[in-house]
């Protein structure tokens, strides 16, 4: 696996600030014309595209795609991966919701806000192009199987692990690099998600604060930017060439709720949790831990609460569940496989990071065992579940079980 993330570039140096509860969440400001703004976000400051990819090659990519091939980059060699010239068996299944966000923005500054209008890149278009990040990836890697980018708002990346999955299942490919990446915090993604008067609001104090799923003092959401990436490989493959296996993934749910753009469907988020259990071939009773959506926004954690314990029923109250967009924000198209890496590391460790800032849990949000205020040690954790519901009524879940390759 491999990361960009607030906590640099390392899966395990994230996961630890995951367990400590720390914020990744500050008072954003961007000061473009016409009218500045500042709001609580999580951007990467860390990140520095130049130095991880080199300048040559950080160039020709919009930020979004910077930040997914360095993860898909560190993924390859996490798993001890050669880098070929062709591999058939091989490809790249890769989510965004926004794509080259970025690159557009600036060109479309330098059309409209300068006089005489500034010069348009010749890069733009594939810069800016959603499956941009993708090809790039498959370039670098000798990955000739089939290369795809999907691009389902939240579920992006969520979508883009499990259609992965299927590929390795179905045999028609051995190793899939999968993930999602996505630069949220341009001035025009931030205006227009502040209009939708469904963001946290915070001076600097109140930033790393603002993101509360769950409480019953719940805002709205934080947006921030990143990637994750992972390889899935065929497990006799894997085991064959005695590399460490960090989980193995048994299901993947999908479902659309076909009823609104933005609220989301209960019944729509049943369908899709109870797919990946039931692909998992494990009992409702072996999963301890769920990585919701938790989104932190008034209409969205009670629907989701409720779809869990839906499913669960009276073994509700035992799963553990915790939203790690209260740390990291709400990346949009990366938040899936950024999740994924969370729920996996939790598999691995029997740890679980706290929903940070949960103090008074909303009732509307009861029946499950909510982790908040310290991270919780599970003995016996073998399953776990990483919840994705996006805009649009696109709802994913991926299953993963505990390995001790």
């Not at 990744?24 to 400051?45: Q, Y």
């Not at 950080?58 to 390859?76: E, P």
């Not at 996490?78 to 591999?87: F, K, P, T």
């Not at 926004?98 to 594939?126: C, I, Q, W």
Request: glycine share 10%.
């Amino acid at each position: 696996m491999g990361i960009v993330s607030q906590f640099g570039n390392d899966p395990d140096i994230f996961f630890s600030r995951l367990l400590a509860g720390t914020s990744g969440i500050r008072l954003f400001s961007r000061d473009n014309e016409p009218i500045p703004i500042s709001l609580p976000a999580a951007p990467c400051d860390a990140f520095d595209a130049d130095e991880t990819l080199g300048a040559e090659v950080a160039r020709l990519m919009d930020r979004y795609s910077q930040m997914g091939h360095a993860a898909s980059l560190s993924a390859w060699r996490d798993a001890d991966l050669e880098i070929s010239n062709e591999r058939l068996d091989g490809g790249v299944s890769w989510g965004t919701a926004l794509g080259g966000t970025h690159t557009f923005e600036d060109g479309y500054r330098n059309l409209y806000l300068k006089s005489p209008p500034g010069r348009v890149s010749p890069l733009g278009v594939v810069m800016g192009m959603n499956n941009a990040c993708a090809s790039h990836t498959a370039m670098k890697l000798g990955l000739a199987g089939p290369c795809h980018t999907f691009s389902v708002a939240c579920s992006s990346s969520t979508i883009a692990i499990g259609e992965g999955y299927r590929r390795i299942r179905s045999g028609e490919c051995t190793v899939q690099l999968v993930g999602g990446s996505d630069a949220t915090l341009s001035y025009g993604v931030l205006t227009a998600w502040k209009a939708m008067r469904v963001l946290a609001e915070g001076d600097e104090t109140e930033a790393p604060h603002a993101c509360r799923p769950f409480d019953v003092s719940r805002k709205g959401l934080v947006l921030g930017e990143g990637a994750g990436a992972l390889v899935l490989e065929d497990w006799e493959m894997a085991q064959q060439r005695g590399v460490r296996i960090y989980a193995e993934m048994l299901g993947y749910g999908t479902s659309c709720d076909h009823a609104h753009l933005v609220r989301p469907n209960q019944a729509g988020q049943v369908r899709a949790l109870r797919m990946a259990q039931q692909e998992s071939g494990l009992d409702l009773t072996a999963f301890g831990h769920i990585n919701t959506h938790g989104t932190a926004t008034r209409e969205g954690d009670p629907i989701e609460i409720a779809a869990i314990t839906e499913v669960f029923g009276a073994h509700a109250s035992n799963i553990a569940v915790n939203a790690t967009k209260s740390m990291h924000g709400h990346m949009l198209g990366a938040t899936g496989a950024v999740e994924t890496i969370a729920t996996i590391l939790a598999l691995k460790h029997q740890m679980i990071p706290p929903t940070a800032n949960l103090q008074n849990i909303d009732p509307t949000c009861q029946g499950v065992r909510h982790v908040a205020g310290q991270a919780l040690y599970l003995p016996d954790l073998k399953a776990a579940l990483c919840n994705s519901f996006a805009f649009g009524g696109s709802n994913a879940v991926l299953a993963f079980c505990r390995t001790e390759t």
